[in-house]
């Protein structure tokens, strides 16, 4: 019985230490390869990189960590998917996270929940972010020449998204939104926008064997907690056509307030779009 509960602590100890200091800095580059037949024949091969809350607290191991690895980076474009910081203090690291990233058609980023819980006025923390080679767009879209459109919508979160101002300025062409939350989708409807990225879950943080995510933290029962979803798989699971609209979810960077990670390992994503039939 004796060496039961000791072995039973030993396996919780390492437990503990495995998913608290290391799995959380154990930081993955995701490859993902997404095929659209209408892409104009300009943005084959272009690669987005994906990154997302990575709530940041200072200038700390894992904010160092993240801001070393997108040093490596070559994307045409990075797109930053919100809860960049959790505190004001987080306003620091941001020369450690992005002073290096010099995608080759900009940085841009919309905000998370992480953003108005934080104690930095959203004016405040666009000048940071715009100091930092960041642009963040709130319900509005940026065009990249005639055929790319970025739609930057608020959070969905605290429901401050409006996708239809957003996308207002948006014209013909690829449209590429940067949302942070995967409820998002129960607001777009055809046509809106050809790959959605989003953040928010984590991945679900913490993932138990054979049962996956146990918190999603979303609004609206999707199912969605992390990865690539196809127009036939987004249209099953929202009961609503959308023929054209592909999604990937980040499992994200940081950890919110505690940065515990089990079987879900933090990711930066790099996304190459290429024009051929799905």
Do not use: W
């Not at 994906?50 to 070559?74: F, N, P, W, Y």
């Not at 992480?114 to 709130?138: C, H, W």
């Not at 014209?171 to 926008?193: K, N, Q, Y």
């Not at 054209?244 to 933090?266: E, K, N, Q």
Request: proline share 6%; hydrophobic share 40%.
């Amino acid at each position: 019985m004796i060496e039961t509960l000791i072995a039973a602590a030993v396996l919780a100890l390492g437990f503990a230490l495995y998913a608290f200091f290391v799995e959380p800095f154990s930081i993955e580059f995701t490859r993902l390869d997404i095929p659209f037949p209408d892409l104009p024949d300009a943005l084959d091969g272009m690669t987005i990189c994906h990154i997302t809350d990575i709530h940041a607290v200072h200038t700390g191991r894992l904010e160092r960590k993240i801001g070393c690895m997108l040093s490596q980076v070559q994307a045409d474009i990075c797109a930053i998917t919100g809860d960049t910081i959790s505190y004001r203090s987080g306003l620091s690291a941001l020369p450690m996270l992005f002073g290096n990233l010099h995608p080759r058609l900009g940085s841009f980023a919309v905000t998370g929940n992480g953003e108005y819980k934080s104690d930095v006025p959203i004016t405040e923390f666009s000048e940071a972010m715009r100091q930092n080679g960041v642009r963040l767009l709130l319900n509005e879209s940026v065009s990249l020449g005639e055929n790319l459109h970025i739609i930057g919508v608020d959070d969905p979160h605290r429901k401050l998204d409006d996708v239809v101002k957003a996308s207002e300025a948006a014209g013909d062409g690829f449209r590429l939104m940067l949302a942070h939350s995967p409820d998002i989708l129960m607001r777009v409807s055809e046509g809106t926008a050809d790959l959605i990225l989003a953040g928010h879950t984590h991945g679900g943080q913490i993932r138990v064997p054979f049962l996956g995510a146990l918190y999603l933290h979303t609004h609206h029962p999707l199912g969605i907690a992390m990865g690539y979803f196809s127009p036939d798989q987004l249209t099953e699971i929202t009961k609503r056509p959308l023929p054209r609209t592909h999604l990937y979810v980040s499992r994200g960077l940081g950890g919110g307030r505690i940065r515990i990670r089990f079987m879900c390992r933090p990711e930066i994503a790099l996304i190459t779009l290429h024009k051929r039939p799905a």
